[in-house]
């Protein structure tokens, strides 16, 4: 592991700033080891440097991942015009931040200072120690995350300026934060606006993953560690839904939960880590090309080409405008009654938002699972939008409630959801309920407006894949010919696949939309020739 050694410049700080130091505390260094950059040196090239050389300056895009041999490098950058240093580094450290990784533009400039030595090592050949070497490439990536930490506890870029109440502030807030950027910079701003880079024009990826929550996360992890070469695309930022929940409970392997943002930090690291593409923030808006070859096609006006394609994007609940809704994310609110039951005690109150099927059924469920469930509606009857049977099944049971004419107005507790306050609209008064659990089911939008009429969706919008697709599907064009039907998560369009929240019938929840995820890409390997088709182990014996 990398020594803590004696270096006094905030370039070592960040390691540090990232385990919740205030700004400006004094923080350990850390440095490579002469094992290390011996490592390094075979995939590298030493050169000399004079002092006042510029390594990089901001608003260049890609540069080498450089080991400061001998001498000093100061990195700064400009605030309101002026000057700022921010770091200084000498023999040992390394001068690279995550935009190394992610080919995003720079918000900094490295000059050297004192003349020296420095090695440096292109982004390919990093890319392939960050593979080989486990240890030392999971170091080098947390240590550029840590310095990305670093620069926004001090502020680097620009200050978005707007009301509070604008949407326009408020989607460049949501990207900012999204993006653990608290104050982007001009390049991040001008990418947020669909300037800057794209994907390589002239590359054909194997596989192309349209959205990166889990389902596109965990493919693009597969994919890449599988050898594939992979592009991960997001319109707005890694993670998905789960990125803003501030805690998954039940994720396998997190006993005591992780937050969004961690799931998202991790996921991401890996993906770097096995050499994925990241082209983000780009919007797809389009699918053309054939079985050879698809083509995507960004809002950046950027096109990407792959030899096959992930759909990975995912839904977006409809939320109520409820005070205190996004606080308790993961923390009492569901849009989804899945794993309420497992995550709250018998008896426990739970409210439930909406008047449709999937309202009434979550009622019925929670409700024999031993909860006393109340459904709020606004409108004054639940024939109009909920199935016979299931309002007479409701009716027949003491242990739901319905409040008609009624909405959801606040949500309150300390660490989980503990009381709503809701509001009947005919008297226009306020009641406070006790609530452990509010469950909105007004609704999901699939993004799958970008696809149409390339492959097949069902009446809710939903990518239809593998057993869903009838014979009037398999048996026609593209797929006539071909020895096989569509594997189990393909769609009507051969090379296509999808996975996560955005297919017919998923399950919505993050676990199933990574186990989704990672199937894809073994279907991928299975459509690109790289895998025998599925083989049926021999009877033993
Ligand atoms: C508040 C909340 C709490 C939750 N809590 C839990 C929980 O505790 N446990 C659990 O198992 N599940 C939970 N879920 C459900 C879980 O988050 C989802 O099932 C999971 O995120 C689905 O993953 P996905 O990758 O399929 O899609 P998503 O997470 O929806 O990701 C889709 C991604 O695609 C991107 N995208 C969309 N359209 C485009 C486009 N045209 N071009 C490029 N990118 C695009 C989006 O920006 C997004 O990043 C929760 C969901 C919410 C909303």
């Not at 606004?378 to 409040?403: F, Q, V």
């Amino acid at each position: 592991m990398p020594s803590e050694g004696g270096l006094t410049g905030p370039l070592s700080e960040g390691a540090a700033a990232n385990q919740g130091h205030p700004p400006d505390a004094a923080l350990p260094a850390l440095r490579l080891t002469e094992e290390q950059i011996g490592l390094l040196r075979r995939e590298g090239e030493v050169r000399p440097v004079a002092a006042g050389e510029v390594l990089f300056r901001e608003g260049d895009q890609g540069y080498d991942f450089i080991v400061i041999l001998a001498g000093q490098v100061v990195i700064m950058d400009h605030q309101a015009g002026a000057e700022r240093e921010l770091a200084a580094g000498g023999p040992g450290d390394f001068v690279a931040e995550l935009n190394l990784l992610t080919r995003e533009r720079l918000f900094t400039t490295a000059v050297v200072t004192e003349p020296g030595e420095v090695l440096a090592v292109p982004v390919a050949r990093l890319q392939a120690v960050i593979s080989q070497d486990q240890g030392l490439g999971q170091w080098i990536i947390r240590a550029m995350f840590a310095r990305r930490q670093w620069l926004m506890e001090r502020q680097t870029g620009l200050r978005i300026v707007g009301s509070r109440s604008s949407p326009q502030t408020r989607r460049l807030l949501e990207f900012a934060v999204r993006n653990r950027l608290r104050q982007p910079s001009n390049a991040d701003l001008a990418r947020a606006a669909g300037v800057g880079t794209g994907p390589p024009a002239d590359m054909t990826y194997d596989v192309a993953i349209i959205g990166a929550g889990p389902a596109g996360l965990a493919a693009a992890v597969y994919g890449a560690s599988e050898g594939l070469s992979t592009a991960l695309v997001d319109a707005m930022a890694v993670g998905g839904q789960i990125g803003t929940t501030s805690r998954i409970e039940n994720y396998l392997g997190f006993p005591v939960g992780i937050s969004g943002g961690e799931f998202a930090e991790r996921a991401s690291i890996q993906v770097l880590r096995f050499g994925a593409s990241v082209v983000l923030p780009a919007t797809a808006t389009g699918l053309s090309g054939d079985a050879t070859a698809r083509v995507i096609h960004l809002d950046t006006g950027a096109s990407l080409t792959a030899s096959s394609v992930i759909i990975a994007t995912g839904v977006t609940y409809r939320k109520i405008d409820a005070a205190g809704l996004d606080r308790f994310g993961g923390l009492g609110v569901y849009y989804s009654p899945l794993g309420v039951h497992d995550e709250i005690h018998p008896g426990d109150p739970v409210v439930i938002v909406g008047g449709g099927n999937s309202a009434g059924q979550a009622a019925i469920w929670l409700a024999g699972r031993g909860h006393r469930v109340t459904i709020v509606i606004r409108g004054t009857d639940l024939a109009e939008s909920m199935s016979r049977y299931l309002i007479d099944r409701i009716a027949g049971r003491a242990d739901i409630e319905i409040r008609y004419h009624s909405v959801v107005r606040a949500l309150d507790g300390s660490q989980r959801l503990e009381r709503v306050e809701v509001e009947d609209l005919t008297t226009a008064t306020r009641e406070t309920w006790p609530a452990v659990a509010l469950v909105v089911l007004v609704g999901a939008e699939p993004h799958t407006g970008w696809l149409a009429g390339s492959v097949l969706l069902d009446d809710g919008g939903y990518v239809i894949t593998g057993p869903g697709l009838g014979p009037d599907t398999r048996y026609s064009s593209p797929w006539t010919g071909r020895q096989r039907d569509p594997y189990l998560l393909e769609t009507s369009a051969p090379g296509v696949f999808a996975a996560g929240d955005i297919r017919s019938g998923s399950v919505k929840r993050a676990a199933a939309a990574v186990g989704e995820g990672s199937i894809a890409v073994r279907f991928v390997s299975e459509h690109l020739g790289r895998r025998a088709g599925f083989a049926t182990p021999a009877p033993s014996g």
